[in-house]
């Protein structure tokens, strides 16, 4: 299995107001379902996160990193289980050549 890094990792959650979500919760499944799907804390897909994965007090996603086993979708909602957003049908992780081989500076 490979991983490939979320591209929602590092990012800032906010309403529509702009305003950081602290606490805020991603919760993840295989696309078109509500069948949890793993995602990891590291790259080796060794640790996998809680579901769902909780963001800091500023809002901001830890490094989440998912399997190029499936397609899945990614439920973001507030502290309050308020939904924010969905994403669905999101392509499984592709892990390329180039991407582990970069030339030396």
């Known amino acids: 299995m490979a991983t ?4 929602l990792s590092g990012r800032q ?3 529509s107001n702009g ?3 602290s606490g805020a919760l991603l919760y993840h499944y295989q696309a078109g379902t509500t069948t949890n799907l793993t ?3 590291n790259q080796a897909g060794t640790t996998p996160h809680a579901q ?3 963001c800091d007090s500023g809002g901001f996603v830890p490094l989440i990193y ?4 499936s397609d899945w979708k990614v439920l973001i909602q507030t ?7 969905t994403y669905d049908n999101l392509p499984a992780a592709e892990v ?4 582990s081989s970069f030339a030396s500076p």
């Open 79 to 85: 502290s309050a289980a308020v939904t924010l957003q």
């Open 4 to 7: 490939i890094l979320s591209f």
């Open 19 to 21: 305003t950081p979500q």
């Open 39 to 41: 995602v990891y804390s």
């Open 66 to 69: 998912v399997s190029d086993a």
């Open 96 to 99: 390329e050549a180039s991407a």
């Open 52 to 54: 769902p994965v909780v």
């Open 13 to 15: 959650i906010t309403n």
